[in-house]
């Protein structure tokens, strides 16, 4: 028994010693990396372009010309449903109108607009191809955030 015991202690100070070996490295790792002054340029550099970044797509959202883009886009969408609506084409209606939901800012409202002045099949053609509308969005978000991130 008293060599397990023995064994057991061994093996607890060893553990005990690497712990203590592996945090002392780290520490000094993290010393000499903090007053590296490159690392200190790199750290600004990437914070001031992060914010940079972040300027420029609040910059993005608020642009009065794009905003003004997106209400014709809207607009137009619209206008292209109601017509073809108007013609007894309901699912080229109902694409326009779910392009027009898109581009909404407010598109819940517009939700209710189109529940009392659409009819009732009309509107339930409109809900079914809202899932089908956000997939295509993120999708193509997506797509798009990957071509602005990509340097070539």
């Known amino acids: 028994m008293p060599c397990v015991r ?8 060893l553990a005990a010693c690497g712990a203590v070996a592996f945090l002392g490295y780290c520490v000094y790792l993290d010393r000499k990396r903090r007053g590296d002054p490159a690392f200190k340029r790199r750290l600004r550099d990437k914070r001031r372009a992060e914010q940079r970044r972040a300027e420029a797509r ?3 959202l608020w642009d009065p010309e794009k905003n003004e883009k997106w209400q014709q886009l809207f ?3 619209v206008r292209m449903g109601e017509l073809w609506l108007s013609r007894g084409e309901h699912r080229m209606g109902v694409e326009h109108l779910s392009n027009a939901l898109l581009v909404c800012g407010q598109p819940q409202e517009l939700l209710k607009v ?6 009732p099949k009309v509107f339930e ?11 295509q969005f993120e999708a193509d978000m997506n797509e798009q955030e990957y071509l602005e991130d990509d340097p070539d």
Not at 6 to 13: E, F, H, V, Y
């Open 6 to 13: 023995t064994l057991l202690g061994l093996l607890a100070a």
């Open 114 to 119: 189109f529940k009392h002045t659409l009819p």
């Open 75 to 77: 607009l137009q969408e």
């Open 125 to 135: 053609m409109l809900l079914h191809k809202i899932p089908l509308i956000c997939q």
């Open 58 to 60: 609040a910059a993005q």
